[in-house]
């Protein structure tokens, strides 16, 4: 059966690589260069420096060859999808990661896959403009750029790292875009040597993306200069990410002004579950058992059927982007059919799907929603295998006080998969 979710995951390589050409487009900002260029004093100097082209600047890369890399036509077969209905996509090729780099907004004249980054830079960047007004507004000094906390508080920019105020460390920048521009060569070579996108990789390129743009700024300018590149560059790759996926399932549109997603909900009582232990190991050993279940949703969702990111996670569960597909309730159903088996919690996990959007700034009203229909006592997917309260009940057996599901013996504490998590955590303590 081609079901949607096996869509997407035949062309699994295609569409994690599109993400990864999503982050690597704002590669450009990751340099004091880029900074400067920003100021509202920047020299003639500062200002021509243009972080579209960067890769037909050797020196920018700092040795390590990762240009070299980032513009070999081998990279064409693996990006490019060549699925019926998307004759876009077919026609006007990506030939390599420097194409991201150079023509992700809409008057670079954009084609085929970059056609949809573009239309993500623009979201992510007009909320952001819209937000810090336009021209000048709140642009910093050259000497004087701070990141900010959400709370306003300002500090040193991590990758500038500043001797004094109006000097910074060279050699210290030099030797951390050099680490970082290794790592990134050496996963992409691992992945252009095997020709498809191992977890592994994935999840190496991820977390060394997040912990070198969470050194910089993605907009300088006040009252929002606390958004890192980080924040910026997961924003535009989700929506990327979750736009090619609905163009595979639903066909090629043209997307300019026009591309539109969801946001798959994924609610649980979290402060309730945790509420129903008797001791501090029976709250940890539930939280722990929470965290896996939504990181292997998390590897799920993200890697074996890439439909879209993690954007949000809190005590009312996990939230990701998701493809502004027509026959969501479709998606949806595949989705609780695929995720049953990895629910092995005491209550069922809530699955919705919002209306579509032009953003993700729906995200906060989603919330809220899933809020007021989170719904408790949950009852598992079937996964409750134990005697439970309406099982064949005698003398010397009453209901578990932990998960208060499931029958125990008068003669001990728990049920035995309470024990069995409560064990669990004393050997992780031990």
């Known amino acids: 059966m081609n079901s949607l979710l096996k869509k997407l995951e035949d062309n699994r390589t295609a569409i994690l690589l599109a993400e990864i050409g999503a982050y690597l487009h704002l590669l450009g900002r990751f340099s004091e260069e880029f900074i400067k260029s920003q100021a509202k004093d920047a020299t003639n100097t500062n200002s021509n420096f243009d972080y579209k082209n960067v890769c037909n600047v050797s020196s920018f890369f700092e040795n390590t060859g990762l240009e070299v890399l980032l513009k070999s036509a081998d990279w064409e077969p693996l990006i490019n999808i060549t699925l019926s209905g998307l004759n876009e996509l077919s026609t006007n090729k990506v030939n390599n990661f420097c194409e991201f780099i150079e023509k992700h907004t809409w008057s670079d004249n954009p084609q085929g896959l970059l056609k949809i980054l573009a239309d993500a830079h623009g979201i992510a960047s007009g909320v952001d403009k819209a937000l810090a007004g336009r021209g000048h507004s709140g642009k910093q000094r050259k000497a004087y750029n701070f990141k900010a906390t959400v709370f306003g508080y300002e500090k040193e920019i991590g990758l500038l790292k500043a001797t004094d105020l109006d000097n910074v460390n060279k050699d210290y920048i030099k030797r951390v875009k050099e680490e970082f521009f290794k790592e990134i060569k050496r996963i992409l070579d691992n992945i252009l040597q095997n020709k498809s996108v191992s977890y592994e990789n994935y999840t190496d390129f991820i977390n060394t993306i997040k912990e070198y743009f969470s050194k910089t700024i993605g907009e300088t300018r006040r009252s929002i200069n606390e958004i890192s590149l980080y924040d910026y560059a997961h924003t535009i790759a989700s929506l990327t990410k979750s736009n090619l996926a609905k163009m595979i399932l639903d066909g090629w549109y043209e997307p300019r002004g026009k591309s539109q997603w969801r946001i798959l909900k994924i609610n649980l009582s979290i402060i309730e ?142 049920c035995k998969k309470c024990e069995a998590r409560y064990q669990e955590r004393a050997h992780n303590w031990i």
């Open 273 to 414: 579950l945790l509420s129903k232990g008797l001791k501090i190991r029976d709250i940890f050993g539930y939280r722990q058992e929470i965290e896996n279940v939504l990181d292997e949703i998390k590897k799920t969702l993200e890697f074996h059927y890439p439909l879209g990111n993690e954007i949000y996670r809190d005590s009312t569960g996990i939230y990701f982007s998701c493809p502004g597909i027509e026959d969501k309730d479709a998606l949806k159903t595949e989705i609780i059919s695929e995720l049953k088996s990895l629910n092995q919690l005491d209550f069922s996990l809530q699955i919705e799907i919002s209306d579509k959007s032009r953003s993700m700034v729906i995200l906060a009203s989603e919330r809220e929603e899933s809020l007021k229909e989170i719904s408790y006592p949950h009852i598992s997917f079937g996964n409750i295998k134990e005697e439970s309260i309406s099982s064949q009940k005698d003398g010397d057996k009453e209901l578990c006080p932990v998960c208060r599901i499931r029958l125990k013996s008068l003669k001990i504490e728990r």
